[in-house]
């Protein structure tokens, strides 16, 4: 594949990236080359211009910000505010209004459920969450610490399988009832002219059967989730279990999001082709991975479609797969991988948005069953949005773009990401801009507290990073999402969601706190895993959301404005040297952590040992909070350099040693010179003029810089 640039209308094009587009994503999309790159080129010349005064607008408002804070420090909120409106910050709020979004998928309108969230360029995590529509209940309390503790020995372990098998009997008869005595009791399942024996308390949670080799599967509803009880007499557990139940398996990941931005290192056209690659052969319903597990090499491929018997004798088919979203990067990078006619970097929120779209038309134009969009939609989340004249102008590209690829109007279906805080203090205007496209918004409050950091830099020092979800803008932040979301109309059209589980590890706690999301009614939330996925849906069981949507819609709003507004500051508060030190470590080694897979490997996300060994899901969100946290407290002298500097090399030391067994890792000391460690300098010590606190910039230039001496050396 040829790395040569090639020229198409005016735009000059990484050749690999040239040559997957015209060869393998546009045929078979009845858009013509010619046609395709004629609109390619106009996005990026006419919309890149746009595109770039939006960003100069955040630099204005942030330098008014500042300013302000450090002239005004200690100013009343009332002031505050009132300054925020004068510069545009924050809008004036228009009329009430509802979405007027159509031809959603039930994922989004009706199901509430589990949402993960993978790298489009790890083929391997991508099927493997496309897969996980369905999954084995038995299999995640088993193999995880969701019973209390963790399995020990290789071999099967009867007693902790009876613990199993009692928990998964137990949330049976929470969920779905038998209209007499309890799951454990019964001696067997059977279908007796189109109802379920023994009876259930209420006979429409049986939805149907079908029969697979030896074994009969009998589905049941809850709350729009299935639950499939496997019944396999010859099967290991079935054998031992007086109903012949071998494994209860539960829909679980009801959407995934396939990521392009905050879990990929994609800087170049080679790393874009591979995140289109792979969202062609999801679109497709064609990508493979040879995979190689206990010796054993196999290829693993997408599930397809299962069909049952219905109560009523006819058929019934449910999806295999997660329905798919693809997040698109936001306004502010650029990418090598495609060149504007003067030689500068095009956005790469613009090629993502033409590329994704005119990829998913594969199953738009599919002639059979699987797609991923029974309703003829395309999903796309729009990250890192500031503001509702920016969410207009990216419900403009997609209505660009949509006409330039023959697709009707509002084929694209938008999730807009409330994880900044001009969209936060603007959501109601954020969601009117895109009323017609609106299909999710959610709360990523990782994002949300680097930008609240970076916003208020120059207010004063903020509190400490744990204590920041126990503040008051978080909570005020949380609530207002869903009260504004459910106000304008998202129920029934759109999902509302929940920021991640970052401890894939701590499925037991997992168990016990994330019931919170559907409890403040979040009809999706993102999970670390398919097994946290598996066990989450538990949670969708147990709530029924759109109840609980109406609940809070009856108890009227929560949070206020002046909550949201109120920053984090210490506020005089002195802490200790320990304290300082354990903050400015626990940060360090967080940076450093996650920097260096990102840099060395090209890794955008993956579980990263904490300061206590303790495997966290990193991405650049966390970054963002660590590296904003550590330069605001050196804006205002809590810390010197001389302190972080000294901890980062300490801190460099333990990354190593967490790190010693991966063959592909590179230690950071004695030298501390490598392009990892300097990129991981650069994100503290040049924070504060980082583009809202972003880790993007310096992650991408830096990677660069390793490709390239990686190229030189070979």
Not at 66 to 78: E, N
Not at 430 to 436: F, S
Request: with cysteine; glycine share 10%.
């Amino acid at each position: 594949m040829s790395l040569e640039r090639v020229e198409r209308n005016g735009l000059q094009v990484h050749g690999g990236l040239a040559n997957f587009l015209e060869r393998r994503a546009l045929p078979e999309t009845g858009v013509s080359k010619e046609d395709f790159w004629k609109a390619f080129s106009t996005l990026v010349h006419d919309f890149g211009p746009r595109n770039q005064a939006l960003l100069d607008r955040r630099g204005e408002l942030q330098q008014k910000v500042s300013a302000w804070h450090a002239d005004q420090k200690g100013t009343d909120p009332g002031a505050y505010r009132a300054f925020l409106e004068e510069i545009g910050y924050l809008v004036p709020e228009g009329p009430d209004f509802r979405i007027e979004t159509a031809n959603v998928d039930p994922e989004f309108s009706g199901i509430p459920g589990p949402q993960l969230v993978v790298p489009i360029t790890n083929a391997r995590y991508a099927i493997n969450a496309a897969n996980s529509r369905w999954g084995s209940l038995y299999d995640a309390l088993y193999g995880t610490d969701a019973l209390g503790d963790l399995p020990v020995g290789d071999g099967y372990d009867t007693a902790r399988g009876a613990r199993v098998i009692a928990w998964g009997r137990a949330h049976l008869d929470a969920v779905v009832p038998l209209a007499a005595g309890c799951w454990a009791d019964i001696d067997a399942l059977c279908i007796r002219h189109g109802s379920l024996v023994p009876k259930l308390a209420d006979p429409s949670q049986f939805a149907g059967f079908r029969m697979e080799g030896g074994a009969m599967r009998v589905l049941l509803r809850v709350n729009g989730l299935h639950i499939e009880i496997v019944i396999d007499p010859s099967s290991q557990i079935g054998a031992q279990d007086r109903a012949g139940i071998s494994d209860i398996r539960l829909e679980a990941a009801v959407s995934t999001i396939m990521d392009c931005e905050d879990s990929v290192a994609a800087v170049d056209g080679e790393d874009k082709t591979l995140a289109y690659a792979n969202w062609l052969g999801l679109m497709r319903g064609d990508l493979t991975e040879e995979v190689t597990k206990a010796g054993r090499t196999f290829q693993r491929v997408l599930c397809g479609y299962p069909i049952y018997s219905a109560p009523d004798g006819g058929e019934l088919r449910l999806k295999g797969r997660s329905i798919m979203l693809v997040r698109n990067v936001g306004l502010l990078m650029t990418n090598p991988a495609v060149l504007d006619r003067d030689g500068n970097e095009a956005f790469e929120g613009l090629v993502d948005a033409i590329c994704t779209t005119m990829i998913a038309m594969h199953d738009l134009n599919a002639a059979e069953e699987p797609r991923n969009s029974a309703t003829g939609s395309i999903y796309i989340v729009k990250p890192k949005l500031h503001g509702p004249e920016e969410v207009g102008f990216t419900d403009e590209v997609f209505t660009f773009v949509e006409r330039a690829l023959g697709l009707p109007q509002h084929t694209v279906k938008l999730g807009i990401m409330d994880e900044e805080r001009r969209t936060s203090l603007n959501l109601k205007e954020c969601i009117r801009a895109a009323r017609h496209r609106v299909a999710f918004i959610n709360t990523g409050f990782l994002d949300r507290t680097g930008d609240e950091i970076h916003t208020s830099m120059e207010a004063g020092p903020m509190i400490r990073k744990g204590e920041m979800k126990a503040s008051a803008w978080i909570a005020s932040y949380e609530d207002r999402n869903v009260d504004i979301g459910l106000a304008c109309g998202l129920q029934g059209r759109a999902q509302v969601g929940k920021g991640m589980w970052a401890m894939p590890d701590r499925m037991a706690d997992m168990l016990e706190q994330k019931i919170a999301h559907p409890m403040a009614g979040a009809n999706c939330a993102w999970v670390p895993s398919p097994t946290a996925a598996i066990l989450h849906a538990t949670h969708y069981h147990r709530v029924n959301v759109l109840e609980r949507q109406n609940e809070i819609v009856l108890n009227g709003p929560r949070g206020t404005m002046e909550a949201l507004l109120s920053i984090p500051l210490l506020a005089g508060r002195n802490l200790s040297e320990a304290e300082i030190d354990a903050e400015i470590e626990n940060n360090c080694q967080g940076i450093l952590g996650y920097v260096v897979r990102w840099i060395d490997q090209g890794i955008g996300c993956s579980k990263v040992p904490d300061i206590s060994d303790v495997g966290l899901m990193e991405d650049r969100a966390t970054c963002r909070i660590s590296s904003q946290a550590l330069a605001n407290w050196l804006c205002h002298g809590v810390v010197s350099e001389a302190q972080v500097m000294s901890a980062l090399r300490r801190m460099a030391k333990v990354v190593d040693r967490q790190n010693e067994s991966d063959p592909a890792y590179s230690p950071m000391a004695p030298g501390y010179d490598g392009i990892a460690f300097q990129a991981a300098c650069d994100l503290v010590f040049k924070g504060i003029h980082q583009p809202s606190g972003y880790t993007e910039p310096v992650l991408h230039a830096r990677r660069l810089q390793f490709k390239a001496a990686r190229c030189r050396r070979t």
